[in-house]
């Protein structure tokens, strides 16, 4: 019934740019903060940028600050992540999560927290960033 499915991943160059998607159904994304997250082989599953439900406001790992922006379409209930100047330690697989039990109070520690408390994920999208 409650689904998220991301899309938009694939192979680019270092300085390249891709769009992910990530589509709801069964819910409306308005209710709830959303969040990227993001896991490398070996690695944890770590928050890259979540933006809340109420007053759009956001946050960014500071790896991603200033190259990555997420956004909003409500009228197509979908969350994007815009990835801009990609670099090789940008490869992973990537994860949309919405807080339905809406149990962090700020986007930040959605982000920072937030992989440890989900416990189902998507596919997710691969992004490979290599020369």
């Known amino acids: 019934q409650v689904q998220l499915v991301e899309s938009g991943g694939g192979l680019v160059q270092p300085g390249g740019s891709l769009r992910l998607s990530c589509a709801a159904s069964?819910?409306?994304?308005?209710?709830?903060?959303i969040g990227w997250f993001r896991q490398a082989p070996g690695k944890e599953r770590e928050g890259v940028s979540c933006i809340s439900n109420s007053d759009g406001s956001t946050y960014y790992a500071d790896s991603v600050k200033g190259r990555f922006t997420i956004s909003r379409d409500n009228a197509k209930n979908t969350v994007y992540l815009q990835m801009n100047g990609l670099k090789p330690e940008d490869t992973a697989v990537y994860y949309c999560?919405?807080?339905?039990?809406?149990?962090?109070?700020?986007?930040?520690?959605?982000?920072?927290?937030?992989?440890?408390?989900?416990?189902?994920w998507g596919q997710g999208t691969q992004v490979t960033v290599s020369s």
């Open positions: 999560a919405a807080d339905l039990g809406r149990i962090f109070t700020t986007v930040q520690a959605m982000c920072i927290m937030g992989s440890r408390f989900f416990g189902s």
């Open positions: 069964g819910f409306t994304l308005d209710y709830y903060p």
